[in-house]
């Protein structure tokens, strides 16, 4: 399985000057713990939550403040066509929790931590379905709604 199928898309990406608070306000309407400080159509950095609190309102600079201030230039990144073990091996040699998704250095999405563990979910299920049919002699479907 290739990153591509996994990934967040498409990644919310802000500009380097954008204020702090736009960064929150983004982060908070796409449900996301990080924005992509993206300029010219390059990469520059991330913004986490966790950069917002400590180097944002943790190191007194206010809502007013730019990303730039704030983001993370260090940024570990993956080919979104690369093999799904290859973010394996990245998340656990660089101890990140997201993987900007890049495809010809294009930023086309973001791998979380998040998104690795909904798909071992999505494959447990897959897994538990014909095995929770063989053992109960029931077949796989929405619980009934009427139980002795």
């Keep these: 399985m290739k990153v591509a199928e996994v990934m967040t898309t498409p990644p919310v990406c ?3 000057d954008v204020s702090l608070a736009e960064v929150i306000r983004r982060m908070t309407e796409s449900a996301v713990g990080s924005v992509l400080v ?3 159509g390059t990469l520059r950095g991330i913004v986490t939550d966790r950069d917002l ?4 309102m943790g190191g007194g600079l206010g809502v007013a403040a730019r990303a730039d201030a704030v983001m993370s230039t260090a940024v570990v990144t993956i080919e979104a066509g690369d093999d799904l073990q290859s973010a394996y091996r990245a998340f656990r040699r660089t101890g990140v929790r997201r993987l900007p ?3 010809a250095g294009r930023v086309v999405g973001v791998l979380t931590i998040d998104d690795l563990f909904l798909d071992v979910f999505r494959r ?3 897994l538990l379905g014909p095995v ?3 053992v109960l002699r029931e077949p ?3 619980p009934s709604e009427t139980r002795a």
């Design 14 to 16: 802000v500009a380097p």
């Design 53 to 56: 609190a400590v180097r944002g």
């Design 38 to 40: 993206v300029e010219d």
């Design 132 to 134: 929770a049919w063989s």
């Design 140 to 142: 796989p479907g929405p």
């Design 101 to 103: 998704a890049l495809d």
């Design 124 to 126: 447990l299920a897959d």
